[in-house]
Nanobody
Framework: QVRLVESGGGSVQAGGSLTLSCTAS????????MGWFRQPPGRWREGIAA???????TYADSLKGRFTISQDNDKKILFLRVSNLTPEDTAMYHC?????????????????WGQGTQVTVSS
């Protein structure tokens, strides 16, 4: 059973930065698509970024530049560096894994989702 555990969230002031981590376990495939999405309070989910099986990275245009996705060499830990945060970035941030396209906005088809890590940005 694949398990995804996010960490690194917290409360920060506007302009601050955080690095979120997603630790994956329980899969045998050498590479699977992995990515991040978020759900702000009272709003629908939003795809952020993803790395597909071949290593191709895609981002939401509105977030590219402030958000950077990366992965460790063993492809067991997925990172998201979030910078220059604003209160509008307040959300639960989730990791997702294993979907066919590996495109950032197709996370809804992912077979596995983590429980999320909360990011709260104050002005």
């Amino acid at each position: 059973q694949v398990r995804l555990v996010e960490s690194g969230g917290g409360s920060v002031q506007a302009g601050g930065s955080l690095t979120l981590s997603c630790t994956a376990s329980g899969y045998t495939d050498s590479s699977i698509s992995m990515g991040w999405f978020r759900q702000p309070p009272g709003r629908w989910r939003e795809g952020i970024a993803a790395i597909d099986r071949d290593g191709t990275i895609t981002y939401a245009d509105s977030l590219k530049g402030r958000f950077t996705i990366s992965q460790d060499n063993d492809k067991k830990i997925l990172f998201l560096r979030v910078s220059n945060l604003t209160p509008e970035d307040t959300a639960m941030y989730h990791c997702a894994a294993d979907w066919p396209s590996g495109y950032y906005n197709d996370y809804g088809a992912a077979h596995y989702w983590g429980q999320g890590t909360q990011v709260t940005v104050s002005s």
